[in-house]
Nanobody, 121 residues
Framework: QVQLVESGGGLVQAGGSLRLSCAAS????????MAWFRQAPGKEREFVAA????????YYPDSVKGRFTISRDNAKNTVYLQMTSLKPEDTAVYYC??????????????WGQGTQVTVAS
């Protein structure tokens, strides 16, 4: 059974930082591009970051580029999302996903349960 388990969400003041983690089963992790998406209330799910199998290739939308950093530790089967200079508009449930390299959520087959990030102004 494929499992993706996120952690690290919480409440932070604007301008602050948080690091999200997502632990995956070894088989899934080693064969998958890993990504983060987010969904705010009343909005569609939005791509946040993706990272290739080796960790050398990353991809971000303009909305988070320069503020968020995705990384992966293949020995620990874990992907991270370091978020800095957080803004209230970053408030959302953040989801970890495993699949193929894309900014489209339909390319990802496996999803975590989500972790809430709230940025107070």
């Amino acid at each position: 059974q494929v499992q993706l388990v996120e952690s690290g969400g919480g409440l932070v003041q604007a301008g602050g930082s948080l690091r999200l983690s997502c632990a995956a089963s070894r088989r899934t992790f080693s064969a998958s591009v890993m990504a983060w998406f987010r969904q705010a209330p009343g909005k569609e799910r939005e791509f946040v970051a993706a990272i290739g199998l080796s960790g050398r290739t990353t991809y971000y939308p303009d909305s988070v580029k320069g503020r968020f950093t995705i990384s992966r530790d293949n020995a620990k089967n874990t992907v991270y999302l370091q978020m800095t200079s957080l803004k209230p508009e970053d408030t959302a449930v953040y989801y970890c996903a495993a699949g193929r390299y894309s900014d489209n959520d339909r390319s990802y087959d496996h999803w975590g349960q989500g972790t809430q990030v709230t940025v107070a102004s």
